[in-house]
């Protein structure tokens, strides 16, 4: 498989995070993961076409945010939290309890 | 002079505030209000055309974080922080926090 490459803890960017951050759907993603741990490349409700997640993702782990674990040919995507917190303390942590989870609908039963 | 609108408290959006501060100089300008309070639209220190820093300060602006006072043709630009920190708790304090002020040299002397 290809590499998935991410930059080291020492060389995140803080522009770069926060960047990466400014966008709903990756927003979406990134309370995804601090929610449930690891997420596919689709997750299950979000109505977003497959080929714009993954630009999505590609974003997300250049900029730091998340590591990729492959298994056979799916990819899930986890947050870096530790190093985010060990780079920009709190920041992170911040911006989560600032997330709003959408409503609860008939959605997740997917 | 034409209004400055600016979004009200309740309207700021994450996704907007996060990629207003998604930049290296936008990061710096806020950098700098948040050091000394109100900032002139070419603050003395910065390299960078004022064609480019009107338009960073426009995006500032829409997405809620700055305030605008007029001075005859000058304007000057300062944080939104009470509203900022009302509607996303510690986000821009931590982020603030993360970001390193460049290093000391001659420049400020100007």
Same mark, same amino acid.
């Given at each position: ?44 409700? $979000?109505?977003?076409? *497959?080929?714009? @997640? ?10 730091? &945010?998340? %590591? +990729? ?7 899930? $995507?986890?947050?870096? *939290?530790?190093? @985010? ?10 911006? &989560?309890? %600032? +997330? ?11």
């Amino acid at each position: 498989m290809r590499s998935q490459p991410q930059p080291k803890t020492a060389d995140l960017d803080l522009a770069a995070v926060l960047h990466a951050l400014g966008d709903p759907v990756r927003l979406e993603l990134v309370r995804l993961m601090a929610a449930g741990g690891e997420v596919p490349c689709s997750p299950p409700h $979000m109505d977003v076409p *497959r080929s714009t @997640l993954s630009n999505h993702w590609r974003i997300l782990r250049e900029a730091g &945010l998340t %590591s +990729t674990r492959a298994e056979g040919k799916a990819r899930f $995507m986890s947050l870096r *939290r530790d190093d @985010l917190e060990e780079r920009f303390p709190g920041v992170l942590t911040s911006i &989560l309890a %600032s +997330t709003t989870p959408p409503p609860v609908d008939d959605r997740n039963g997917a």
